[in-house]
């Protein structure tokens, strides 16, 4: 009888091994599966980062509202430096699409804020932003998905 060689034994193991079958390998639970990163995630963080900014503009303009004095000049000067800085994420977020409907959400609150809404929350409905305000309510009314 012939010696064995390794590759005969790696041959003849290779053929046992395949005849061998397989129990079925049990499904990975979803908990160890990495999230998918949301497609809207830098648009969110722009419509965040804009709504602070216009947060802090409110914030430095409310104090003097019914001043006799007038807003200061140091104030003035801060308010027109953080509207740059408004306007600047309003042109980024004009540019991103939105893809789920958070992002819709999202821009539909800046469109809100900007609206020529009246003190009830109402708009005109002979104004050229009837529409986009009405879209925008429609969307914030929503359920979130």
Known sequence: MPALSRRGAMTAAMGVTASVVMPPVPPVSGALLPAAPDPDARLLHLCAAHM???QAIDAL???WMDHPG???KDVCAEIDRLAEVSWSYRRRIAQHQAHTLSGLQAKARIVKRYSNADSRGEMDPDSDEAIAFSLARDLLRLPDA
Do not use: H, Y
């Open 52 to 54: 602070g900014v216009d």
């Open 61 to 63: 303009q409310e104090p």
């Open 70 to 72: 007038g807003t200061p």
